[in-house]
């Protein structure tokens, strides 16, 4: 590839320096291989515009025999403590298959004298007495998401059928009441995206009235993030991090511990059990490269899980040089990856030094 200079945040670089570049921010560490997220259905109510799981018909659903065994390779990891997360589309679509994945996998774990951890990520709007009293009796994590207030979840969050639009999210923000009244461990997931960083301190106060604990604000993904948003983003992370921990010291705004996210460790398995790195799924419409060079094989064709150990510095590298002749995904992937690094370092610094004070 030739010298040709792209822009990352106003530095003239070529790929290849960008590529070293970002790879010297990333720690040079392996990953473990013990987190399977299941992505039970591609089906959802809504339509996210971020996301690229959308499926139509129960085609797209994965079936028993390939939810044991996606369990079943999970349990062949060398760790004594797994993290199972069901995924969609909407997993409680399936909550039948949550509930019998659970059931399968604590089987397995106390033959096998393990420890599994469970999470779901959800949009809320099927969660019932029934499923927040088995995800309070399971010990389950969920990840709500959920953008702010009515709209602000309208920019990338609307319903599928407009008919559902009037009713919609009255539904969502009484289940997160309920959630948030049920002893469920869980966070909301905000997804900010560049133009939405004004409404951060309203989604605050929106979630704090419905006595959400713990708030995580997302970067949006599959976007370019120009230098003057990224500032804005972080100037105000910090600040409602500051005002949670001095007027709302029982508020938590927390972040992803597993940067950059588009390359996170956790291992997704497909309905039809293909195999890919964490965040390959959500992102195939934005990152068209990310499929193939992200892909590890079907789970017919692998037999233990620790054969598809990672290295977070060489995934970067090795994602970013398939991206070269793809100009436009180059450019955007190095942007999100460095997001997520300046991120990560956000986080870092603050809560260092809230420890300090």
């Given at each position: 590839?030739?010298?040709?200079?792209?822009?990352?945040?106003?530095?003239?670089?070529?790929?290849?320096e960008?590529?070293?570049?970002?790879?010297?921010?990333?720690?040079?560490?392996?990953?473990?291989?013990?987190?399977?997220?299941l992505?039970?259905?591609?089906?959802?109510?809504?339509?996210?515009?971020?996301?690229?799981?959308?499926?139509?018909?129960?085609?797209?659903?994965?079936?028993?025999?390939?939810?044991?065994?996606?369990?079943?390779?999970?349990?062949?990891?060398d760790?004594?403590?797994?993290?199972?997360?069901?995924?969609?589309?909407?997993?409680?679509?399936?909550?039948?298959?949550?509930?019998?994945?659970?059931?399968?996998a604590?089987?397995?774990?106390?033959r096998?004298?393990?420890?599994?951890?469970?999470?779901?990520?959800?949009?809320?709007?099927?969660?019932?007495?029934?499923?927040?009293?088995?995800?309070?009796?399971?010990?389950?994590?969920?990840?709500?998401?959920?953008d702010?207030?009515?709209?602000?979840?309208?920019?990338?969050?609307?319903?599928l059928?407009?008919?559902?639009?009037?009713?919609?999210?009255k539904?969502?923000?009484?289940?997160?009441?309920?959630?948030?009244a049920?002893?469920?461990?869980?966070?909301?997931?905000?997804?900010?995206?560049?133009?939405?960083?004004?409404?951060?301190?309203?989604?605050?106060?929106?979630?704090?009235?419905?006595?959400?604990?713990?708030?995580?604000f997302?970067?949006?993904?599959?976007?370019f993030?120009?230098?003057?948003?990224?500032?804005?983003?972080?100037?105000?992370?910090?600040?409602?991090?500051?005002?949670?921990?001095?007027?709302?010291?029982?508020?938590?705004?927390?972040?992803?511990?597993?940067?950059?996210?588009?390359?996170?460790?956790?291992?997704?398995?497909?309905?039809?059990?293909?195999?890919?790195?964490?965040?390959?799924?959500?992102?195939?419409?934005?990152?068209?490269?990310?499929?193939?060079?992200?892909?590890y094989g079907?789970?017919?064709?692998?037999?233990?899980?620790?054969?598809l150990?990672?290295?977070?510095?060489?995934?970067?590298?090795?994602?970013?040089?398939?991206?070269?002749c793809?100009?436009?995904?180059?450019?955007?992937?190095?942007?999100?990856?460095?997001m997520?690094?300046?991120?990560?370092?956000?986080?870092?610094?603050?809560?260092?030094?809230?420890?300090?004070?």
């Open positions: 590839m030739g010298a040709r200079k792209i822009s990352l945040y106003g530095t003239g670089r070529n790929e290849t960008v590529i070293e570049y970002l790879c010297s921010l990333v720690e040079d560490r392996d990953e473990p291989v013990n987190f399977l997220q992505y039970l259905t591609q089906r959802c109510q809504l339509a996210c515009k971020y996301c690229g799981m959308r499926g139509s018909s129960e085609r797209s659903d994965m079936s028993e025999s390939m939810l044991r065994q996606a369990i079943d390779f999970l349990f062949t990891s760790s004594k403590d797994i993290r199972l997360q069901f995924f969609g589309g909407e997993p409680l679509l399936r909550f039948d298959l949550v509930k019998k994945g659970v059931s399968y604590l089987k397995k774990a106390e096998l004298g393990k420890k599994c951890k469970f999470l779901l990520a959800t949009n809320g709007l099927s969660l019932n007495k029934a499923s927040l009293d088995f995800f309070r009796s399971n010990n389950f994590s969920l990840v709500f998401s959920l702010g207030k009515e709209k602000v979840q309208a920019i990338n969050r609307p319903p059928k407009r008919a559902f639009a009037e009713r919609y999210f539904q969502i923000s009484t289940n997160l009441e309920r959630l948030a049920s002893g469920v461990s869980f966070f909301v997931n905000c997804v900010v995206g560049p133009g939405m960083v004004s409404y951060m301190p309203e989604t605050v106060d929106f979630l704090i009235n419905r006595k959400v604990r713990n708030i995580r997302s970067y949006m993904m599959g976007v993030w120009e230098m003057p948003e990224i500032r804005r983003l972080q100037e105000e992370v910090r600040e409602q991090f500051v005002r949670c921990k001095n007027d709302h010291p029982e508020i938590e705004i927390t972040a992803c511990d597993d940067e950059p996210v588009l390359l996170c460790s956790g291992i997704a398995a497909a309905h039809n059990g293909d195999l890919f790195v964490g965040s390959t799924l959500p992102l195939k419409q934005r990152f068209t490269h990310l499929p193939r060079i992200n892909y079907n789970l017919n064709r692998l037999k233990t899980i620790n054969l150990k990672r290295n977070k510095k060489a995934e970067v590298e090795k994602a970013l040089g398939a991206a070269l793809h100009k436009n995904e180059f450019r955007l992937l190095a942007n999100n990856i460095y997520g690094i300046l991120h990560e370092r956000l986080f870092n610094r603050l809560l260092k030094n809230h420890d300090k004070s």
